[in-house]
């Protein structure tokens, strides 16, 4: 058995390819699994630098999320924009933080 298959992958993240109206991934479990697994390691590892952030400049929770999102999502991004979402929800829930609210229909961010 893989390394891939053993991977517990959260509801949330295998909706993140489920088109919408369909019910079924448009990509292979491994696939998601090795996105998965880039992102929840990029949630874990901005955790220190978040609380750093909003310790050091005294900023609200959102605007850290808001700062963490934004470069998540720059020019040399290595994530879909949805992917930076989750890591930015995921990345609130390690904190104990409120979670984000995205625009509806931002597709960019």
């Keep these: 058995m893989s390394d891939a298959s053993q991977i517990d ?11 919408p109206g369909k019910t079924r991934p448009i990509a292979s479990h491994a696939d ?7 992102c929840e390691d990029l949630a874990q590892t901005l955790v220190p630098t978040a609380t750093q ?15 963490c999102l934004q470069a ?3 020019p040399d991004a290595v994530i879909e924009p949805q992917e930076a979402r989750w890591v930015v929800c995921r990345l609130a829930e390690l904190l104990g933080w409120e979670q984000p609210v995205f625009p509806a229909g931002d597709a960019a961010v």
């Design 72 to 74: 998540l999502c720059g």
């Design 9 to 19: 992958i959260p509801v949330s993240f295998l909706a993140l390819f489920v088109p």
């Design 53 to 67: 952030l909003q310790l050091m400049r005294d900023l609200h929770a959102r605007a850290v999320l808001a700062q």
């Design 32 to 38: 998601i699994a090795v996105r998965y697994e880039l």
